[in-house]
T-cell receptor, first 112, second 108 residues
Framework: DAMVIQNPRYQVTQFGKPVTLSCSQTLNHNVMYWYQQKSSQAPKLLFHYYDKDFNNEADTPDNFQSRRPNTSFCFLDIRSPGLGDAAMYLC???????????FGPGTRLTVT | DAKTTQPPSMDCAEGRAANLPCNHSTISGNEYVYWYRQIHSQGPQYIIHGLKNNETNEMASLIITEDRKSSTLILPHATLRDTAVYYCIVRANSKLTFGKGITLSVRP
């Protein structure tokens, strides 16, 4: 089945140690998104790609970066994780326009 | 994107219809109404969307008022697995802005 895959499902990193989360899709969608969801809060969009065109949300910290080497893969890099970055990170894909987004299961990040 | 307002929570009995309301009084003509849900510890799941007309799929029905200022998501026969946070979102482009949603609890 076509889907959005996130690895790993659970990630533990140390304070200040760079970490990379990955997302892949088999839907061949040209738009990919990264959301951050903290405990008991709604998902919050960090950035998204239209193909290789990167779009950062205005309030996304510089500590968060992303790479999209091809249509299928997208990475979230956190350069120096702080305790406040502990959250569920969700990847989603869609066709361009007001179409439904398909979400992966998320990666739960713990910062120690 | 227009803002939506949802009650914080509601419950319903298993097997009964669940009617989840949403207000979007500032919606503009090109904005769609989308519903997603998020079961605990999972990624959000698309349910249904509409522009002007009522819509139905295998999961739910979406009723949009004629003035488009409010809508209702209907789960015709709620089950325990429908317990989740349901998000009503109004959008005109690719981006989703999630509000607080409504927590639906289905009781046995």
């Amino acid at each position: 089945d076509a889907m959005v895959i996130q690895n790993p499902r659970y990630q533990v990193t140390q304070f200040g140690k760079p970490v990379t989360l990955s997302c892949s899709q088999t839907l061949n969608h040209n738009v990919m998104y990264w959301y951050q969801q903290k405990s008991s809060q709604a998902p919050k969009l960090l950035f998204h790609y239209y193909d290789k065109d990167f779009n950062n949300e205005a309030d996304t910290p510089d500590n968060f970066q992303s790479r999209r080497p091809n249509t299928s893969f997208c990475f979230l890099d956190i350069r120096s994780p702080g305790l406040g970055d502990a959250a569920m990170y969700l990847c989603a894909t869609s066709r361009e326009g007001p179409y439904e987004q398909y979400f992966g299961p998320g990666t739960r990040l713990t910062v120690t | 994107d227009a803002k939506t307002t949802q009650p914080p929570s509601m419950d319903c009995a298993e097997g009964r219809a669940a009617n989840l309301p949403c207000n979007h009084s500032t919606i503009s003509g090109n904005e769609y109404v989308y519903w997603y849900r998020q079961i605990h510890s999972q990624g959000p799941q698309y349910i249904i969307h509409g522009l002007k007309n009522n819509e139905t799929n295998e999961m739910a029905s979406l009723i949009i008022t004629e003035d488009r200022k409010s809508s209702t998501l209907i789960l015709p026969h709620a089950t325990l697995r429908d317990t989740a946070v349901y998000y009503c979102i109004v959008r005109a482009n690719s981006k989703l802005t999630f509000g607080k949603g409504i927590t639906l609890s289905v009781r046995p």
